[in-house]
């Protein structure tokens, strides 16, 4: 069959069909690609989209308002306008200046944050300008900016986006009047539905519990909900960094390289950098030379009573010289070389070079480069002579002591062989070259003398022989010799990976903290528990990122049914693909019995009362799709949350055993409680004594803390009897009708006519403390005691 090319080749027809194809052929706007790909973003319904716009104007919000140092009111409405739905959105910001408001919201990929290494909610700048593009495109009608700068006034701007240009189109840019003093305002109307109230009213839930600086006032068709902010701290201001050497790849270090204005390696990398230094970037260099030169192979010099001698070696590469001066340079050579253990070609080219100084002045006798290359070629002659022994004594002390002394011998002398045959005579060869000579004399060796060398043996050879070769003293390449060859830029990228470096700074991350966490679920979630758990700094891909887990248990949180999971990165709530988060699926794999919540079978999503919430902070959030609804499958994260989780989890199981240890003493409280009564009245009518105190021996028999008041007189005491084992430290408040005066161990404080005692004192496992004050005349008393657990405590006052 022909070939359809053929059939163009033929008559030199391809060259209209290729005209013609070319003529067809054109760019695409960013704003045109996602015209047509709004499923990218989080607009592939109109349920989801009106989620995803409120998401992106209150994430700028938010950003802005925590920017400028001002707590953040945010005002969310969305209201049906005839076939659309409109969304109002107004913050307390800055405010953004007349130049910026058109870009800022009529441009795609337009924004400050994409080249800032730092944490932030949004960074391509696509966000709010996406969902400008999906209101225009389903309602046809313009976005409505209201923006107030302190100094510049209000503007209003209605503006649409070119989707050929990817740049806005303005219809109306005038001065307005409007009524807060800074800020910003958009409207959009678009076609939506509420089929997804319950994301909504989550998203808005949500963002509330993990920013609980903010104060958010929502409004939609049905319902009204208010959130007030649960602290004036606002998160912590985060700083730019440079990137980290484990975390570039080579097209970008090619870039950098080719940007950058230092000329030396060590240079750029203390540069362009974070945590380099110049001790790091001498590390980073020496595993660079080892990548680039390679290392020069050190073998035992000879002994002066050995055949190869290196004094007499270099009396014989020496002419033209005095004898004495020969001599002496000779045998001043040997000694040195010959005291070392191992000595490499370097290090003899360094030995000669100091030896021929020193003769110089001694002998008044020029040794020149000539004399001294000679030198330096015999010794290291001398040296190199018995590479086979020096070899055997390597291999047999990295191989197993079952290998034979034959086969041993046979390996040494092919591996010296390769060594002999190299061009480069002083031995130079890099870690994969000297491998590739260790297998190759192996597979020889097990060729011919019937043996085995599996992988293990072979790398203890290749450790063997490596670990004694020293590294060339040769100057790496310059920054512009890197950046002009792409082999040594990806030898430079090794070298950088496989240094230790310190962690990035955490100053450019901003954290929820511990405490934040535990008022954010406090605040939204009448629970019984609260724990809270913030992880130290770690580091994926050269972007240092925090883990932060928190739980809430019990009170009015559902007792059936999945505990409810809240994901978050960047403080931004993730609603939607719950399935392909990371985040879930850590949860399910950690035994949640063991926690004590139910779970059947021991894995999936645990059933309780439970609330469970994890939040990622990094400069890259690694997201599973541009609408950065889930988080990627990392590992390092993946751990990272489990180790959060799991901390705030054990706090639960603690909480949880002591609710039941309580609740068994409860029960037995309960039992002597009804028992004893009925024992003291039978014990009475025996004895003929006055009843017993059923308070006092209920808290010996229970081992609690009894409080007890006497009064006699004016004095008024209260008696703390400790039955346990282990130290209290209540809070003990006495409320009196009467004015006890100043007292020195109390805080006094008068209130609507009556006195207000406390004390917080400390009493031993069994032992007792009074408390004592004076009153004059009657007085009316009510005690209450903080700090003990209902079911250790005992009140008879």
């Known amino acids: 069959m022909t070939s359809y090319q053929s059939q163009l080749a033929e008559g030199g027809g391809s060259e209209p069909i290729a005209e013609e ?447 004694r070769a020293v590294s060339v003293p040769d100057d790496v390449p310059k920054v512009s010799a890197v950046a002009d060859d792409r082999d040594a830029a990806a030898r430079l990228l090794e070298a950088m990976r496989e240094t230790d470096i310190l962690a990035p700074p955490t100053g450019c991350l901003a954290p929820i903290s511990e405490e934040l966490v535990h008022a954010g679920l406090e605040k939204e979630y009448e629970a019984d528990f609260y724990a809270a758990s913030t992880r130290d700094a770690e580091v994926h891909g050269g972007d240092p990122f925090v883990v932060e887990a928190g739980v809430a248990y019990g009170g009015d949180l559902k007792e059936d049914g999945q505990v409810e999971v809240l994901r978050f990165a960047n403080r931004v709530p993730l609603v939607y693909q719950r399935g392909a988060c990371s985040t879930v699926d850590v949860v399910k794999d950690i035994n949640w019995r063991n926690y004590g919540l139910d779970q059947p079978g021991g894995t999936g999503m645990p059933n309780g009362p439970a609330v469970l919430m994890i939040h990622i902070a990094s400069t890259n959030v690694p997201f599973t799709s541009e609408s950065k609804d889930a988080v990627a499958n990392i590992p390092e994260i993946e751990d990272e949350i489990e180790l959060a989780l799991r901390e705030a989890a054990r706090e639960l199981k603690s909480y949880l055993n002591k609710r039941r240890s309580l609740e068994k003493r409860r029960r037995k409280q309960n039992v002597i409680a009804e028992i004893l009564p009925q024992m003291a009245e039978k014990l009475s009518e025996v004895t003929g004594r006055e009843p017993l105190d059923i308070d006092d021996s209920l808290a010996r028999i229970m081992n609690n803390v009894l409080v007890e008041r006497s009064v006699e007189g004016s004095t008024v005491e209260l008696t703390i009897h400790n039955f346990g084992d282990a130290n209290v430290s209540p809070d003990v408040t006495e409320i009196v009708s009467a004015d006890p005066g100043d007292h020195e161990d109390a805080t006094v404080v008068e209130m609507d006519g009556e006195w207000f005692l406390k004390w917080s004192p400390t009493v031993e496992g069994g032992e007792k403390a009074t408390l004592a004050y004076e009153i004059d005349g009657d007085a009316d008393f009510d005690v209450s005691v903080e700090g003990i657990e209902a079911e250790k405590l005992t009140v008879n006052a």
């Open 21 to 467: 194809l070319a003529a067809s052929q054109r760019s695409i706007s960013i704003a045109e690609f996602f015209e047509k790909n709004k499923q990218m973003l989080g607009f592939d319904s109109g349920a989801k989209a009106l989620v995803t716009a409120v998401k992106e104007a209150v994430d700028n919000a938010l950003d802005a308002t925590e920017e400028a140092g001002i707590l953040p009111d945010i005002y969310v409405e969305i209201e049906e306008a005839g076939s659309y739905y409109r969304l109002v959105v107004e913050d307390n910001g800055p405010g953004i200046t007349k130049e910026q408001v058109p870009k800022v919201f009529g441009k795609l990929l337009y924004g400050s944050r994409f080249h800032a290494r730092e944490q932030s909610r949004g960074q391509q700048g696509i966000g709010i300008s996406a969902a400008v593009l999906y209101s225009q495109l389903t309602s046809g009608k313009p976005a409505k900016i209201t923006s107030k700068t302190e100094s510049g006034g209000a503007r209003y701007f209605e503006l649409t986006i070119d989707t050929d240009t990817n740049e806005p189109e303005i219809e109306v840019a005038e001065d307005t009047t409007w009524g807060p003093s800074h800020g910003t305002r958009i409207e959009l109307e678009m076609e939506a539905n509420m089929r997804a109230r319950q994301q909504l009213h989550d998203y808005i839930k949500y963002t509330a519990v993990v920013n609980p600086h903010a104060r958010i006032e929502f409004h939609e068709p049905k319902e009204s909900k208010k959130f007030e902010r649960a602290t004036d701290e606002l998160p912590p201001e985060t700083e730019e960094i440079r990137p980290h050497p484990h975390g570039v790849e080579l097209g970008t270090l090619l870039k950098m390289l080719d940007a950058t204005d230092s000329y030396s390696v060590s240079g750029f990398l203390q540069e362009e950098f974070t945590r380099v230094g110049s001790k790091t970037a001498g590390s980073v260099i020496e595993n660079l030379r080892d990548r680039h030169f390679g290392r020069e192979v050190a073998w035992k010099p000879p002994q002066s009573h050995e055949e190869a001698d290196v004094a007499a070696a270099v009396r014989g590469a020496v002419a033209n010289k005095s004898a004495d001066a020969t001599k002496a340079f000779a045998e001043r050579v040997a000694d040195v070389v010959e005291g070392r253990t191992r000595v490499a070609y370097s290090e003899v080219d360094e030995i000669v070079g100091n030896v021929a100084d020193g003769v110089e002045d001694d002998f008044d006798e020029t040794l020149g480069t000539t004399v001294r290359e000679n030198a330096v070629d015999a010794a290291w002659e001398a040296v190199i002579d018995e590479r086979t022994a020096d070899c055997y004594e390597l291999v047999d002390e990295a191989t197993t002591s079952r290998k034979d002394d034959a086969v041993v011998e046979g390996l040494a002398s092919r591996l010296s062989d390769k060594f002999e045959s190299q061009d480069d005579w002083r031995n130079r060869v890099t870690r994969e070259k000297l491998r590739d000579y260790v297998d190759r004399a192996a597979d020889a060796t097990e060729e011919y003398d019937d043996a085995t060398f599996g992988d293990t043996a072979r790398e203890k050879v290749t450790d063997a022989v490596w670990s």
